[in-house]
C-alpha cells in the first residue's frame, strides 16, 4: 500500500512507501521486536545446537520508567544481553547519556491583580529561570558536546501555573528533561539549577524556588561486553561486509539498566527517524540486515 505524504499524517496505520514502512512506532520500537521474533523463529526451526537459553525480552514502558526492564533484571540471570533500538547499521552503542526528569518550581505570592507591591510575580521569576536554563544550554552544551554521546539533552517539556487573569501567581511548575554524561550525576545537573536560582535571587530578592527529581536514569557505559561486541562484529562482516562502528548516543535506553545489573551490554538497531512522530519511519532493507546478523551473531555467542 502506498499513499503520499500528507496522508501518512492522519493515519496510525503502518504504510510501506519503497523501502520505507511509516506510522508511529514504525522504528521505536516495532522493528527491533520484529527482528528478534523473526530471529529467534528461523533460529528455534533451525536445529543448530546453541549451548545456553537465549531470552527474547519485549519489554514495557521504556519511554516511561522502564517498568518492564526492572522487573526483568529483577528476576532473570543473564550473561550478556543485546539492545535492540533506532541507530543504523554497522552503529553500537556501548555508552550513552543518562537524563533526568526534573520540576523546578517556582513561588510567588498571591495577590489582587490591582495591588503590585502586595503581590510576587511566579511567571515573571520562571521566566527567568528559564532564560539562564536557555543560556546555560547554548554556553555549556551545546558548544561542548560529548566526543562519544553528543550535546547533553536539555529541554522544556511541561509548564503550569496561575489560578486567574486577575490574581498574581503564587506558584509555577515547569518540568524539563536533562541530560547527564558518564561521569556526571544528575546531582549535577541539580547545581546547575541551583546557581541559575541564586543568580536570579541577586537581581529579584523576592524569588525562591525550589528542584524536584521526578526521574533519575545514570548513564549508560557498557563493561566486559568484549566476547558479545565480538560474536557481533564478525557478524557485521558476513552481513554487511564491514566491522561495527563503536559509538555513544545522547538519548536513554534500558541498556543502562541491564549493565547496572551486571550484565555485558550492547545496542544496535536498524536505520529509521522522525521518532515519535506521525512520519516516524523504519528502513525495511536495513531491518532484513539486522535479522540476519542478529541471528548470526546469536548463533556465535552461543555455539
Same mark, same amino acid.
Given at each position: 500500500?502506498?499513499? /503520499?505524504?500528507?496522508?501518512?499524517?492522519?493515519?496510525?496505520? %503502518?504504510?510501506?512507501?519503497?523501502?520505507?514502512?511509516?506510522?508511529?512506532?514504525?522504528?521505536?520500537?516495532?522493528?527491533?521486536?520484529?527482528?528478534?521474533?523473526?530471529?529467534?523463529?528461523?533460529?528455534?526451526? =533451525?536445529?543448530?545446537?546453541?549451548?545456553?537459553?537465549?531470552?527474547?525480552?519485549?519489554?514495557?514502558?521504556?519511554?516511561?520508567?522502564?517498568?518492564?526492564?526492572?522487573?526483568?533484571?529483577?528476576?532473570?540471570?543473564?550473561?550478556?544481553?543485546?539492545?535492540?533500538?533506532?541507530?543504523?547499521?554497522?552503529?553500537?552503542?556501548?555508552?550513552?547519556?543518562?537524563?533526568?526528569?526534573?520540576?523546578?518550581?517556582?513561588?510567588?505570592?498571591?495577590?489582587?491583580?490591582? /495591588?503590585?507591591?502586595?503581590?510576587?510575580?511566579?511567571?515573571?521569576?520562571?521566566?527567568?529561570?528559564?532564560?539562564?536554563?536557555?543560556?546555560?544550554?547554548?554556553?555549556?552544551?551545546?558548544?561542548?558536546?560529548?566526543?562519544?554521546?553528543?550535546?547533553?539533552?536539555?529541554?522544556?517539556?511541561?509548564?503550569?501555573?496561575?489560578?486567574?487573569?486577575?490574581?498574581?501567581? =503564587?506558584?509555577?511548575?515547569?518540568?524539563?528533561?536533562?541530560?547527564? %554524561?558518564?561521569?556526571?550525576?544528575?546531582?549535577?545537573?541539580? =547545581?546547575?539549577?541551583?546557581?541559575?536560582?541564586?543568580?536570579?535571587? /541577586?537581581?529579584?530578592?523576592?524569588?525562591?524556588?525550589?528542584?524536584?527529581?521526578?526521574?533519575?536514569?545514570?548513564?549508560?557505559?557498557?563493561?566486559?561486553?568484549?566476547?558479545?561486541?565480538?560474536?557481533?562484529?564478525?557478524? /557485521?562482516?558476513?552481513?554487511?561486509?564491514?566491522?561495527?562502528? +563503536? %559509538?555513544?548516543?545522547?538519548?536513554?535506553?534500558?541498556?543502562?539498566?541491564? %549493565?547496572?545489573?551486571?550484565?555485558?551490554?550492547?545496542?544496535?538497531?536498524?536505520?529509521?527517524?522522525?521518532?515519535?512522530?506521525?512520519?516516524?519511519?523504519?528502513?525495511?532493507?536495513?531491518?532484513?540486515?539486522?535479522?540476519?546478523?542478529?541471528?548470526?551473531?546469536?548463533?556465535?555467542?552461543? +555455539?
Amino acid at each position: 500500500m502506498t499513499v /503520499s505524504r500528507d496522508e501518512i499524517v492522519t493515519l496510525l496505520d %503502518q504504510l510501506i512507501e519503497g523501502d520505507r514502512m511509516y506510522g508511529i512506532g514504525a522504528v521505536d520500537d516495532k522493528a527491533g521486536c520484529a527482528a528478534a521474533m523473526i530471529a529467534i523463529r528461523d533460529l528455534a526451526t =533451525s536445529g543448530i545446537p546453541l549451548r545456553g537459553d537465549l531470552l527474547i525480552a519485549l519489554v514495557i514502558d521504556e519511554e516511561g520508567v522502564s517498568a518492564g526492564t526492572e522487573h526483568l533484571v529483577a528476576h532473570h540471570t543473564m550473561d550478556a544481553a543485546i539492545v535492540i533500538e533506532p541507530a543504523a547499521l554497522p552503529v553500537a552503542v556501548t555508552e550513552h547519556q543518562g537524563f533526568g526528569w526534573i520540576d523546578v518550581i517556582v513561588h510567588g505570592k498571591a495577590a489582587h491583580g490591582s /495591588s503590585p507591591d502586595a503581590g510576587v510575580d511566579a511567571i515573571v521569576h520562571m521566566a527567568e529561570v528559564i532564560r539562564g536554563l536557555h543560556e546555560l544550554d547554548e554556553r555549556e552544551w551545546k558548544g561542548n558536546p560529548s566526543a562519544m554521546n553528543g550535546r547533553t539533552v536539555f529541554h522544556t517539556g511541561t509548564i503550569s501555573g496561575g489560578t486567574d487573569y486577575a490574581t498574581y501567581p =503564587s506558584r509555577v511548575v515547569l518540568g524539563i528533561e536533562i541530560g547527564s %554524561q558518564p561521569g556526571e550525576t544528575m546531582a549535577d545537573r541539580v =547545581s546547575d539549577i541551583e546557581r541559575i536560582f541564586a543568580d536570579v535571587t /541577586s537581581r529579584y530578592p523576592t524569588f525562591r524556588g525550589e528542584v524536584e527529581v521526578r526521574l533519575d536514569r545514570e548513564p549508560f557505559v557498557g563493561v566486559g561486553y568484549e566476547a558479545l561486541y565480538a560474536a557481533l562484529e564478525s557478524a /557485521s562482516l558476513e552481513v554487511l561486509g564491514k566491522p561495527l562502528e +563503536r %559509538q555513544g548516543m545522547n538519548a536513554w535506553t534500558d541498556a543502562a539498566l541491564l %549493565q547496572a545489573a551486571g550484565i555485558p551490554t550492547v545496542l544496535i538497531g536498524s536505520l529509521g527517524d522522525n521518532l515519535h512522530a506521525p512520519y516516524e519511519w523504519a528502513d525495511i532493507p536495513e531491518l532484513v540486515q539486522l535479522t540476519e546478523l542478529l541471528k548470526i551473531a546469536i548463533v556465535n555467542f552461543l +555455539r
